[in-house]
């Protein structure tokens, strides 16, 4: 059965690339791999003439929206291999430019879970998918795979892992997923029993009343405030609520 080595080179990390390639690949009914190699995304297809060329053309017709391919290197192979399925394999570090997404918004499926009170992910402030969340920030080093972003800290709980390794969700082969069970979490410091929700519902109203709160999040602090109130430090201004600090524990 015919066999091609392709290197897909560009923003192919923290896309959703990989799960992109295997589904594809289920859908061309391909075998073989595909792995992260830093600088680019290394594909094995083998299929028939018909299949394999119906992939390559998807691949660079369908790409996942965030992902940006700058070039596509194909070569047939000797067929000394049969391979009998096709897999996502750990990434393996190579010299060369690497391209990294930047975050992503959180996309509108997210959001619609976010608000929907039987979602388990309902509220959850640091929800993400293949095609959102947090990306260079989190970063510690290339390729981008969980234990080297800060959400190596945060292990997955067992519904989140389930999402991770299944090729038909959402959260397949994402790496920051996480859930209100296993994820970051936020809280008031100095009150650390407000957390969560409860932590967000006070901030918004520390805001509200004039007060200025500092918000670490994945990415590092912002400072917020109310910028339509402009006597927040004007002496003659009523008494204001004293600023607070919301915080995650995400890393230090
Ligand atoms: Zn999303
Ligand atoms: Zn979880």
Redesign the pocket.
Known sequence: MPLYHTKVYGIVQGVGFRPFVARLAARFRITGSVCNKGPYVEIFAQGTEANTAGFFTALEAEPPERSAILKVDTEPMAETKTYPQFDIIESAKERGDIFVSPDIATCDQCRAELFDPKDRRYLHPFINCTACGPRLTILDSMPYDRERTSMGEFP??E??HEEYVSPETRRYDAQPV??N???PEVYLIGEEDVRGAAAITRTRQTIADGGIVAIKGIGGFHLCCDASNDCCHCPSAPAQAPARQTVCNHGP
């Open positions: 997955m709980c519904d989140c996480c859930c069970t296993c994820g």
